[in-house]
């Protein structure tokens, strides 16, 4: 369900602990292991989530739970390091609380992260995609029951999820940057277990290029908003049906450590040119 009110609450508080004169531009969430992008980030304030009521808690050890506010490349950025996931028995409405309150807070823009499995057997673990799209294999919906229309539609559009001309703009610094950055489709499932073979044999027959537990509903919430959207994840693991490996949380957090460092540098690339840069509106 939507929780106005919740959202407002939370921004209220946010707004009353922060720098009165700030006002973030781009929104950022740090997937598993992806935290790295805290250093380059001028911090004006943090907010643990700890301290913000009635604000759903990470349970994913790996998963810091604060709101950083500051500049990127001189961008006002609100980060939020550490999600809540579905596979924890959050609703999908505690789920996309960070991305509604980023939104209520002034963001338009949001730059999503995760670790994925890849179902691409010619990508290595430790490579960034771009999300060109998504597949919500989650069987659930921020947007279920009563809509606030002071948000958005209804029915949301959802033939352009993630913005054409942000991931032109995060090729173009990838290549600057000489960081190889695929493209490819995102399936979001519930987890937590892994996929089985067969399961993985149908993500890659109906068209994804990795999997992952996370993403797929804040960018239905962030699209509902009229947010424009990145997404980056970053391949932990190969995930293929007839040769299956193990990719325990371990592995994962190590892997995204390793790629953590290019995928800050990306981001802040692609953030500095937000600050000056006007990219036209969402089409
Ligand atoms: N499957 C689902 N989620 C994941 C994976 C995976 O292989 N790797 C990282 N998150």
């Not at 946010?14 to 805290?38: D, Q």
């Not at 325990?248 to 000056?276: F, K």
């Amino acid at each position: 369900m939507q929780n106005p009110a919740r959202v407002q609450n939370t921004s209220e508080f946010l707004k009353k602990n922060k720098n009165e004169a700030f006002t973030p531009k781009v929104g950022i969430v740090l997937g598993t292991g992806l935290g790295g992008l805290v250093d380059a980030v001028s911090i004006q304030s943090t907010i643990s989530y700890a301290d913000i009521p009635d604000f759903p808690q990470s349970t994913v050890a790996s998963h810091k739970g604060q709101f950083i506010l500051g500049t990127l490349g001189g961008t006002p950025v609100m980060l939020q390091q550490g999600r809540c996931h579905l596979y924890e028995g959050y609703s999908p409405e505690d789920v996309c609380m960070g991305v509604r309150t980023m939104a209520a807070m002034g963001v338009t823009t949001l730059i999503i992260t995760n670790a994925a499995g890849a179902l691409n057997p010619a990508w290595t673990p430790g490579d960034l995609m771009a999300i060109t799209d998504h597949i919500n294999f989650t069987g659930k919906s921020p947007l279920t029951g009563y809509n606030h229309d002071e948000w958005g539609p209804r029915f949301p559009d959802m033939s352009r999820p993630y913005d054409g001309e942000l991931i032109e703009l995060a090729m173009q610094k990838a290549t600057q940057l000489g960081i190889r950055l695929e493209r490819g489709v995102y399936a979001g499932v519930q987890g937590p277990q892994m996929e089985t073979p067969a399961e993985t044999r149908m993500y890659k027959a109906v068209g994804a290029d990795a999997v992952g537990m996370s993403t797929v509903l804040e960018v239905i919430a962030a699209r509902h908003m009229g947010l424009r959207v990145l997404g980056i994840s970053c391949l932990t693991n190969k995930n293929l049906p007839d040769c299956m490996q193990d990719a325990p949380l371990e592995e994962v957090i190590r892997v995204a450590n390793l790629a953590g460092g290019r995928l800050a540098s990306l981001i802040e690339a692609v953030a500095t040119d937000l600050n000056d840069t006007t990219i036209s509106p969402y089409q």
